[in-house]
């Protein structure tokens, strides 16, 4: 086992991967930049190190920092977390070249699947299927020349894209005009690479995702789905396992799909397999996050697996303890996204210092926060300050615990998106379970929120 991993992020998910290290008894190290001097996990943490200012640049994505604070620190594994370094190929071999294990994927396995045009052609030669597509695109000519093939509407997508950025929808060829050369400098601007390729848009499809768990020596297993249909604005917001809309059999066509395409690429650690569900009951491969989830955890409280844990385990060299049949499914978990964002103002982020912080409790509820009275949450990172997460034996049971749970859940001092999440738990649409991606903006016209 490691002797000591450094956490290479911030946040909700820096302190639950020392909660995850603490309990497999592994010292642990916090990286944290000037702006988060009072960050939950500074504290938590064994030891910590200021590695540069507020800027992400400067300190959560410079490379030599986080190289120098684990050489300092004799921390012999880095956990990346989620954004940040975890995608990052080059950085999982510049750890590799100091004598410091990644935890996550080989480099190879993250370049197969990082850009989305790569990973689609990864899919096509294991028989999974993927929406209609292309390679990459240079001109609108091109583009268009496909949309008339297979008819508008079409997404232009940054192949290196994610978070929901860089991509633009296209119902004319006039719309690809306009789009290709925007599309193209913000993939230029937010991911340094402007290639852009199109796929045929599905209205309103379902997101459903299988998560995997892989180990060094070609063990892989699923398990099952986690449904992240509510979103805006393509990013998620309310996640839940399992999908109300997946079968059995759907399930294990998915699952086994999720599974051939990470052993096609000898994936290790924990992965995500994102698929579109469109209203005829066809599935789509979208994309590949070779990474651990913020949603990972709903798929914790059915599974009763430590995800987490489970990428330490997988990184240290060990085996898989339990197979595929092992795995038991139980219940149904519903995550709520806590934003210091406005609703009511279109969800504009806002940082401010928490004055009240009480966090709900009782039998089959989940707080993964930094967040505590006092906190000051700065405005240089993603406004996400927490997640809630609850369990019960059916979809209806979860859901009114975290009807419950929210109610208790009380954050002054700063506007979050919990009385927004209530209303989406007691929405009649929500309960029904007869929902898709298209959920939030047809909620706005129903209450009438889009006319305030
Ligand atoms: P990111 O990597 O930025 O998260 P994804 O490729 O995962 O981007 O897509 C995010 C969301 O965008 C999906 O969950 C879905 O709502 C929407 N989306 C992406 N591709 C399509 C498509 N071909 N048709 C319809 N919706 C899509």
């Avoid at 944290?32 to 001097?37: F, G, K, L, P, R």
């Avoid at 230029?188 to 379902?206: H, I, M, W």
Wanted: proline fraction near 5%.
């Amino acid at each position: 086992m490691f002797r000591k991993v450094l956490i290479a992020n911030r946040g909700e998910i820096a302190v639950r991967i020392i909660r995850a290290c603490r309990e497999i008894g592994i010292p642990t190290v916090a990286i944290y930049s000037q702006a988060d001097a009072n960050s939950l996990h500074v504290r938590l943490a064994t030891e910590a190190y200021c590695i540069g200012p507020a800027s992400s640049a400067k300190s959560y994505l410079s490379i030599p920092a986080i190289i120098s604070a684990a050489i300092v620190s004799g921390a012999d594994a880095i956990h990346p977390g989620y954004g940040f370094m975890s995608e990052r190929a080059d950085f999982a071999e510049i750890c590799a070249k100091h004598g410091i294990k990644f935890i996550g994927p080989t480099a190879e396995a993250m370049r197969k699947m990082g850009d989305k045009a790569t990973a689609r052609q990864t899919m096509i030669d294991n028989n999974v299927p993927v929406t209609p597509g292309t390679g990459i695109l240079k001109t609108p000519e091109e583009v268009k020349e496909f949309a008339n093939r297979v008819g508008y509407p079409i997404i232009l997508k940054a192949t290196a894209g994610g978070g929901g950025k860089g991509m633009r929808i296209c119902r004319s060829d006039d719309d690809v005009e306009t789009n290709m050369n925007l599309c193209q400098s913000e993939a230029q601007n937010f991911f340094g690479n402007p290639d852009v390729y199109a796929e045929k848009y599905l209205e309103n499809p379902r997101h459903i995702e299988v998560q995997i768990l892989a180990d060094q020596y070609g063990n892989v297993v699923h398990l099952g789905e986690r449904d992240c249909s509510i979103q805006r604005r393509h990013q998620k917001l309310l996640e839940e396992a399992p999908s109300p809309a997946i079968d059995e059999a759907t399930r294990k066509e998915m699952g086994a799909a999720a599974v051939r395409a990470a052993k096609a690429i000898n994936y290790e650690s924990a992965g995500t397999c994102e698929f579109l569900l469109d209203h005829d009951g066809k599935w789509y491969f979208m994309e590949m996050n070779t990474r651990i989830q913020v949603e990972h955890c709903v798929t914790e409280m059915i599974s009763n697996i430590d995800l987490v844990r489970e990428q330490i385990m997988i990184a240290s060299g060990e085996k898989l303890d339990f197979t595929q049949d092992e795995i038991m499914l139980r219940g149904h978990a519903i995550e709520c996204r806590i934003n210091a964002e406005n609703p009511e103002k279109d969800f504009m982020p806002n940082p401010g210092t928490i004055t009240g912080y009480v966090t709900p409790g009782g039998f089959g509820v989940r707080v993964d926060s930094h967040a505590y009275q006092d906190y000051a949450i700065p405005p240089y990172y993603d406004s996400m300050i927490g997640k809630l997460i609850c369990w019960g034996r059916t979809r209806n049971e979860a859901r009114r615990r975290m009807y419950r749970a929210l109610k208790e859940y009380v954050i002054t001092g700063v506007e979050t998106t919990i009385p927004f999440h209530q209303e989406i738990i007691e929405d009649p649409v929500f309960m029904s379970g007869n929902f898709n991606t298209g959920f939030i903006e047809d909620f706005y016209k129903r209450t009438g929120k889009d006319k305030k």
